[in-house]
């Protein structure tokens, strides 16, 4: 297989989602471009709407508008986050600091998904919750008020749940500190709300949020997401042939951790950094095919490749020797069960792979993979696997493919035109 090109990769998630929670905060209307039109950006959308935002069609190549009334109003229907985790636990944050109650739900997946890291530090700040039969999940009812100050040790570094906590200060108007236990998770809540005057210091490992900026209408260019770029830079890295460029991609530090983790293993890649939009670094990613060798993932690099270990997984499964990911338990309330799943599934094209207390272990080999992948509707894994599946004499049959579409919209559409039999 030859993977070559030049590709874009659709709007960053983690952005997209701030971007439009954050204009239905402001007064007036705000334009963001190159949002992601993905189900899970679809998601936040549909309830900002239900809450009062008069937000335009998402549609790829179009700015969407994002009308704000400078505070959420009351909405008499459940709110429907679909698959989303970000979606449901930064509007917890927004909804905590609004006097109404307002009732979540999901998807199945997200349904199981747990709340309480959420809901238990913004019960500290003043909102009271009601769990609707799923403890620690959705749906559930959150009743916002006035809050309090709040001080707190986050149990896992989350982004989610630091990005909640943040937006309950900012519409509360209180002060919050807050600390990640390992590793800093991404960053771009606080880039956002230094941008509207919000003061955020960092010191001794602790986050300070102080009251005192105002969130006005903008205009944001959101830049392709480096999680959906690390799909297409692995089906490079296992080409035989070929040179792809991915442009215009986020370059945050607490996002690109894949990309040092592939260097150690072996792979070329090149980083060329254009631009800085709205304080995020966005360039290009050059690859080309390597052999892989084996490495080890941190505990403290896991938050920035948190979502990319699914693919860094299913390359390791190619890498000379035995990759160990350290402590990444986390991957267990993700979309779905990932850490088991990624063994499961490695295990069932031919690898080795196993679960080792909170570890991950997966030894590599050149036997072309061949099996049945069970996805449980997990995009990233999804993904991961039809990227596996581009290796020569690969024979891997993927249960659910469209679930890509949480994320990346015509995935498979992408990786078909960059990826073409180099014997032809
Ligand atoms: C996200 C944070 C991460 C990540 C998710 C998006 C965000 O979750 O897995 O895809 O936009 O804040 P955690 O912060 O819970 O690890």
Redesign the pocket.
């Known amino acids: 297989m030859k993977v070559a090109g030049r590709v874009r990769v659709p709007g960053d998630?983690?952005?997209t989602?701030?971007a439009l929670l954050l204009a239905a905060m402001a007064r007036g209307t705000s334009h963001v471009g190159g949002a992601l039109t993905s189900l899970d950006a679809r998601s936040t959308a549909r309830v900002l709407r239900q809450l009062g935002a008069a937000i335009s069609p998402l549609r790829p190549d179009t700015v969407v508008t994002a009308k704000g009334a400078g505070r959420l109003r009351r909405s008499e229907r459940t709110l429907d986050c679909g698959n989303s985790?970000?979606t449901t636990?930064?509007l917890l944050g927004l909804l905590a600091g609004h006097r109404f109650a307002a009732t979540l739900t999901g998807d199945a997946s997200l349904r199981r998904r747990p709340m309480r890291?959420v809901t238990g530090p913004l019960g500290r700040m003043g909102a009271r919750f009601t769990e609707h039969g799923n403890a620690d999940g959705l749906p559930l009812t959150i009743r916002g008020g006035v809050l309090q100050p709040l001080r707190y040790e986050m149990p896992?570094?989350?982004?989610?749940?630091?990005?909640s906590l943040l937006l309950a200060g900012m519409v509360g108007g209180v002060e919050v500190g807050l600390r990640e236990p390992h590793g800093r998770?991404?960053d771009?809540?606080e880039r956002m709300l230094r941008a509207f005057g919000y003061e955020i210091a960092e010191q001794d490992g602790w986050i300070h949020f102080r009251p005192g900026g105002t969130i006005v209408p903008f205009d944001l260019q959101v830049p392709g997401d480096p999680?959906s770029a690390a799909f297409l830079v692995g089906a490079a890295v296992l080409a035989e042939a070929g040179e792809l460029a991915v442009t215009g991609v986020g370059l945050n530090p607490t996002r690109t951790g894949f990309l040092p983790v592939l260097q150690r293993m072996g792979a070329r890649i090149e980083v060329e950094e254009v631009e800085s939009r709205v304080g995020e670094p966005v360039g290009d990613l050059i690859v080309g095919p390597a052999a892989l060798r084996a490495t080890s993932v941190s505990a403290a690099e896991v938050?920035a490749v948190?979502?990319e270990i699914p693919i860094l997984a299913a390359l390791a499964s190619r890498a000379e020797g035995t990759t160990v990911f350290h402590d990444v338990g986390?991957l267990r309330?993700?979309?779905s069960d990932r850490l088991a799943l990624i063994a499961e599934n490695l295990r069932a094209v031919g690898s080795r792979a196993d679960v080792v207390g909170d570890d991950l272990h997966v030894t590599g080999g050149d036997a072309p993979p061949r099996g049945a992948v069970r996805t449980a509707g997990d995009h990233?894994l999804a993904m991961a696997f039809k990227v596996l599946g581009t290796l020569p004499g690969a024979r891997i049959r993927i249960d659910d493919l469209a679930c890509a579409e949480v994320?990346f919209p015509d995935f498979t559409g992408t990786l078909r035109r960059i990826a073409a039999d180099s014997r032809a």
């Open positions: 998630k983690s952005i989602h701030r985790g970000t636990r930064l890291r896992v570094s989350s982004a989610q749940i630091k990005s998770s991404r771009h809540t999680s938050p948190i979502d986390e309330v993700k979309e990233r994320s």
